[in-house]
């Protein structure tokens, strides 16, 4: 597992990271083959009943790629980055990788971590915002996978998870300079023209209202705070897009792809190539994709952008371009680096300062029971109080 694992060189925690003594990267992880399409399909849906014929419909478009999400390869990217960020600024810190539903599964990697003598663990989720899915489903998966390990009889670990990242400079300055990139790539009599389309992965409206703290002020406003933090750092990159490009009036508006759930419950909408159709009838000139919802250009990117989304601009006539995720952006490695630091200066009982821009603020530590709640059944999670 030399992927997985880099244990400190000093076997200990430094001073600047205590009581941390590991960082865990905890992603959703992906298919490297075709023949792991289904089985992993089967991990992300496990306990729904869904006949593995439907599930072989639903997994076309890995197949479209070989079998292959590019999830992982992005996840050893960044991990790469995050080891390389740590080791110039002299934080000995060693970082881990887990996934929630593929290799390398998350309970080898406690068990790794375990072994290797630690038990105060930082925890990266490669999910920005509140919401059941993003948050506390990584949560619930922890305290399985901590449960296993108490069965087996290995030492406890305790588990933290970092805030939610989404309005953190480092994560929102890549997404700026992204679109003003893809915005360059349209043809220049279109540019000034051009709509900005902010798009993340459509979730249930019942889970969308409920999902942030249960005293988080965003968590009272339409769609809760999963809606609130997108819009919040769709203005943002907005706002500092038009200064930059002089066009300070350009069409902007929040979007939503990757709807998997039964079409009579009701999500987020618009989906983006809805979205499109209307732009297009609308008379726009050009939209750029701006997809502030993920990390990485895994499959929800790759696909429901580049392939669907790309084939219906094509069908009318509009053009577009897709901005980049910010993956392993140096400025968000350097932001994570920030966020166990200023976790760690609030655990050993220090006031750090904690960065964030927009008008939300930064977020809260450690959870509330009843954030985002699971939509079918109360279960344990871990990082809550």
């Not at 075709?34 to 006949?51: K, Q, W, Y």
């Not at 250009?297 to 952008?305: A, G, I, P, Q, T």
Request: hydrophobic share 40%.
């Amino acid at each position: 597992m030399s992927d997985v694992r880099n244990p400190s060189p000093s076997g200990a925690a430094p001073v600047a990271a205590r009581p941390y003594d590991a960082l865990l990267l905890l992603s959703f992880g992906g298919p490297e083959a075709p023949e792991d399409v289904v089985p992993f399909l089967e991990n992300v849906t496990r306990g729904r009943g869904i006949p593995k014929e439907r599930l072989k419909e639903v997994g076309k478009h890995y197949f479209m790629f070989g079998g292959v999400s590019p999830i992982n390869e992005q996840n050893r990217e960044l991990l790469a980055a995050l080891r390389k960020d740590f080791a110039e600024h002299g934080l000995d810190l060693p970082v881990y990788w887990g996934n929630r539903n593929w290799a390398p599964y998350l309970t080898d990697t406690l068990r790794e971590i375990a072994a290797d003598g630690h038990r105060r663990i930082a925890v990266l989720a490669t999910s920005a915002y509140a919401g059941y899915s993003g948050c506390r489903q990584y949560r619930e998966n922890l305290a399985d996978a901590l449960a296993r390990l108490a069965e087996e009889g290995l030492p406890a670990l305790q588990v933290d998870k970092l805030r939610h990242f989404y309005n953190h400079p480092g994560f929102v300055g890549p997404m700026i300079d992204a679109t003003a990139a893809a915005l360059e790539r349209l043809p220049e009599e279109v540019r000034a023209g051009a709509r900005l389309a902010f798009t993340t992965h459509s979730i249930p409206d019942t889970m969308a209202e409920t999902s942030g703290a249960p005293d988080d002020p965003a968590r009272g406003r339409p769609g809760g705070a999963y809606v609130a933090q997108h819009l919040d750092v769709a203005r943002l990159v907005a706002d500092a897009v038009a200064e930059r490009t002089g066009v300070p009036d350009r069409p902007w508006e929040l979007v939503f792809q990757s709807r998997s759930g039964a079409p009579h419950i009701p999500w987020l909408e618009p989906d983006i190539c809805d979205h499109l159709e209307a732009q297009h009838a609308d008379g726009a000139p050009a939209v750029v994709m701006v997809p502030i919802g993920f990390v990485s250009d895994h499959m929800e990117v790759k696909y429901d952008l580049d392939t669907e989304a790309v084939a219906k601009a094509a069908e009318l006539g509009l053009p577009v371009a897709r901005a980049a995720t910010v993956g392993a952006d140096p400025r968000f490695t350097a932001a994570v680096r920030e966020l166990v630091l200023e976790r760690a200066a609030t655990e050993r009982g220090e006031a750090p300062a904690r960065c964030a821009t927009g008008t939300l603020g930064p977020g809260h530590d450690v959870c509330a029971v009843a954030c985002c709640p699971n939509p079918r059944a109360a279960r344990p999670a871990a990082a809550e109080r």
